[in-house]
């Protein structure tokens, strides 16, 4: 057009008027003015692309992201739905068509668990190897094993031979083949009815013995079902607990989000958000199976926040026997021997560490901390560390961090050596605990965080050690106008005068310990 050169400099750059106005710091358009810059099919215009693929924060990117920024600049929805799998879909990638080697009889699991007789065992039923892969639930089954073994006890893990994206169906295979962990050592693999006969034949031989289901991914819950009923022999009381660690049990979309892209609340299953959401046709007979899991067990529910609780009270529908809010630890913060403070001229000329902790994924806000991490106008001011596992390109340090059974601690202690200021843990649904967030504040680092964080905001309004604010422009302007430099002297102050101790519960076994 005749009038590009009044917006476009000689090296087809927008002017910096047009910057300003267009543009928010991270180089993605200003809602006005985002159909100027964006296609309506979603890719941006070719004038455009000059400044969105330039050299950002004085570092030339990569030609991968400089793609993966020009990916960024569509609309979420769309590159969601681009992405977007049916539950089926993922499955069939999912399924690695493998038969066990061996596989232990009724009679080898007898002879296994034989030697528990006098002693009790926690059964626990997850999704994946909690003894290599990281996450919030598998750290959860690695504390508890600790607490069982410690306290007397056994604990034997069962995780599906076959990982799932959704629960198995019955016309796949009726009788799954289960792992078992026996006190964080392998022991085999078995299908589930041998294991829930084997259980039964024990318990009536009076050992005893309680069931806890932290995820059901990858399982049939009819079999679980099946386990449950086994070992009630010996048991009066509740022994039967479900944990509600993310809301797999009102949909097969863990974190209620239609189509992976914004939170649905669980509506109800004839509405028009469940019918247009790639999950709402898995979800019918989802949500009869576990229906059916609860009608037969009827288990005790555990959730770790009361806002979760309360959601899930809303949602479901099920036959339980009582609820219970248990959270994974609290923090204590205690007055110490006061730390020198360093000078003011040193502290004006010490940027500030911004850190990212876990996995780098979508729903965890990794793709904000990446563009922030870009953004020219922090450069100077704001140093950007992501604590994580994930092999990921940033615009600042990437430090490898992972959380064993042998290093429990490994991820507050990170944050506590590297000197992380403020965390940023943006995700976009409600979190029902986020172990990375407490391991934030273990560390000394103060957390920001949205207002449909869950339990994230509300631990950080609780404990007023961070921000909580309302979408991503209201983030940059937190850190553009100088709220979060005075923050992080809260954050830096507290550090220096208080000692952080973290105190975690006993899980389940806080609970049914009461029955001892």
Known sequence: MSTDFLFFSSNSMPRLLVRRILFHSNRTPRKPFRRLVIKKNGTVRPVFLPWVGHKTGGTTRSATAQNDTISEMKHPALLGLERLRTPEENASRWKHGKIPAKTLSERDVE????????????????????????????????????????????????????????MAHVEEDPDPHVVLVLDGAHIGVCRMSVLSAATKTLTDAGLRVFLTIHHLLGHSPERIAELGQSIRATNTTP?????????????????????????????????????????????????????????????????????TLDLWRGAAAFRIAKSRVVPHLALEWTPGPEIAPEPETDMAKKRIRVGFLGTATHHKGWPVFERMSYSSQFADRFEFVGLTASEVELSGNRISVNI?????????????????????????????????????????????????????????????????LTDEDALFDFFDNGDATALVQRARDMRASHSVTAKPSRLSLAVFEETF
């Not at 002879?111 to 528990?116: E, S």
């Not at 039923?125 to 607490?147: A, F, K, M, S």
């Open 404 to 468: 064993t059974p042998d290093h429990p601690n490994a991820m507050a202690d990170a944050v506590r050596t590297n000197g992380i200021d403020l965390v940023l843990h943006w995700p976009n649904w409600p979190e029902t605990f986020a172990l990375t967030a407490f391991e934030a504040l273990e560390g000394g680092a103060f957390l920001i965080t949205n207002e449909g964080s869950g339990n994230v905001a509300a631990t950080v309004r609780q404990l007023d050690r961070g921000a909580v």
């Open 239 to 307: 022994n039967t607990f479900l944990w509600l660690h993310d809301f797999f049990t009102l949909c097969p979309a863990t974190r209620l989000q239609r189509n992976d892209l914004e939170f649905c609340g669980a509506p109800d299953l004839a509405s028009n958000a469940c019918g247009l959401c790639v999950y709402g046709q898995e979800r019918q007979t989802h949500l009869d199976r576990i229906k059916h899991l609860f009608a037969v067990l009827a288990p005790m529910v555990l959730a770790p926040s009361q806002g």
């Open 111 to 166: 002879a296994i668990l034989q030697p528990m007789s006098g002693t009790w065992l926690l059964l626990s039923v997850g999704h994946d190897d909690y003894t290599t892969i990281p996450g919030g639930v598998q750290v959860c089954i690695q504390r508890e094993q600790r607490l069982t073994t410690q306290a007397g006890g056994h604990y034997l893990n069962i995780h599906p031979w076959q990982p799932l994206p959704r």
